[in-house]
């Protein structure tokens, strides 16, 4: 049977720490790898832009030996040129694996429902697993442990935060939310992401106070106050994010050692300022680099023929 990458939520804690010891692997040894997908072709079906995204799977693909395409926005106009279904069941003649970039999550569950081949949830209205789950390495990489830790995510409860919840349960992370009322993150994943942790003597809190959340953080993460499809929304959510701004005054809360993420395109004076993301604290671009490096063990886990 063929695997698809969805959700965080599919993947049991073993694979993830599979994932994250073959990510170790890569970055000490590249040469290794280089043909670890060779003759293989992965296509990128992307209905938002992407800076990290694609680039970072182009290139972890090139590395790996194989190639890689993309598709536009405008290309294919998923959905409305042709449907879904079609666009799945022919690209599944052509290519190994599909990244799709999309505005509903159940476009992903659509896509991997007629597609032969592994799909790759690159972001959707719900998850970006690609992205916590390099967030989260990274935090291992710098830390050395996962399980104990706090991570306090400061702003809007999107598809970041979402899957953010999913993989700091499973790996015995704590994880606090602070976001303003009505902007929470969605409640199946909260009550599911409460569950997992407490199996796991972790926890999950959630706060309409960011001030609150950060105390005693041992991570601070945040992300835009208006992503790519809300810009209608923007007057009224920046008048409503005000107050969860990540600057000195909330960073100096959770403690001289506190690292700061931000999973980028950041929009710096709004929920961030440039003295943080800065910082000597930032990892910002350390988590930027291990998107590419995450991804390729993903790759590597779907694509490559099993031994």
Same mark, same amino acid.
């Given at each position: 049977?063929?695997?698809d990458?969805i959700?965080i939520?599919?993947?049991t804690t ?5 994932i ?9 040894d ?6 670890a ?6 296509v ?5 832009p992407s ?10 693909m090139?590395q790996?030996g194989g $190639? ?16 879904i279904?079609?666009?799945a ?6 290519v190994d694996g ?8 159940k476009?992903?569950?659509q896509?991997?429902?007629?597609c032969?081949?592994?799909?790759? $949830?690159?972001l959707s ?21 996962l399980k104990g830790l706090?991570?306090a995510y400061?702003?809007?409860g999107?598809n970041?935060?979402n ?10 992370? $704590?994880m606090n ?7 929470e ?5 909260i009550k599911?992401?409460?569950?997992i ?5 972790a926890?999950? $809190?959630?706060?309409?106070?960011p ?6 953080a ?8 208006v992503?790519?499809?809300q810009?209608?929304?923007a007057?009224?959510r920046?008048?409503?994010f005000?107050g969860f701004?990540?600057?000195k005054s909330?960073?100096?809360?959770a403690g ?5 993420m931000?999973?980028l ?8 300022t440039d ?5 000597r604290n930032?990892i910002?671009f ?6 590419m ?13 099993q031994?």
């Open positions: 049977m063929k695997k990458f959700s939520k599919d993947l073993a694979e993830i720490e599979d994250f010891s073959l990510t170790d692997k890569l970055k000490r590249k040469p290794k790898f280089n043909k997908l060779s003759g293989k072709t992965l990128l079906v992307f209905q938002k800076n990290r995204t694609r680039v970072s799977f182009e290139v972890g090139y790996l $190639n890689c395409l993309y598709l536009a926005p405008d290309e294919i106009n998923l959905g409305v040129r042709e449907s279904k079609d666009v069941r022919t690209l599944s003649r052509y599909i990244v799709l970039r999309t505005f509903e999550h476009n992903v569950f896509m991997a429902k007629y032969s081949k592994p799909v790759i $949830n690159g209205d719900f998850g970006h697993p690609c992205q916590a789950l390099a967030d989260v390495y990274t935090i291992k990489e710098k830390l050395k442990r706090t991570l400061v702003g809007d999107n970041v935060c899957s953010l919840l999913y993989v700091s349960a499973k790996c015995a992370m $704590n939310v602070a976001s303003p009322k009505g902007y993150p969605d409640r199946t994943v599911e992401a409460k569950a942790a407490k199996a796991r003597q926890s999950v $809190n959630l706060f309409n106070n001030f609150e959340a950060v105390r005693g041992d991570v601070i993460y945040t992300d835009v106050w992503s790519m499809g810009e209608k929304e007057g009224l920046k008048k409503i005000k701004q990540v600057n909330l960073v100096k809360l001289k050692n506190c690292l700061i931000h999973c395109p950041a929009h710096r004076g709004e929920e961030i003295e943080v993301i800065d910082g930032s910002v350390d988590q930027a680099e291990n998107r490096h995450v991804q390729k063990a993903i790759l590597i886990k779907l694509l490559a023929k031994k």
